[in-house]
């Protein structure tokens, strides 16, 4: 279930945001547990990739499939904004994502 899942994710996380020169990819999920920021904060940027909710795939994610994405992302905003320390719009290509990121990190 999804409890067994965040322990797993945050478990994951504090093993990850320990090393340096990594890129972690997380779930939209991953801010509903609070413990699980300075564990991704620790050693590194946090970016929220914004993205229009129409581009967001949901096969494959449970949580996604029995949930409106508007639902989620409107419980889930603050929690966003709350961990991110930059916002890059991700509706463009992986290249131009990519090209925001380093020109955010200088």
Known sequence: GE??????????????GQESGLIIATGGGCVTQGRNYPLLHQNGTIFWLKRALFQLPTEGRPISQSTALK??????????????????DNDTSPVNTTQRILETLG
């Open 3 to 16: 409890s067994g899942f965040r322990a797993l994710e945050t478990k994951t996380l504090a093993e990850l």
């Open 71 to 88: 639902e989620l992302y409107d419980r889930r905003r603050a929690l966003y904004e709350a961990f991110a320390d930059c916002t890059v």
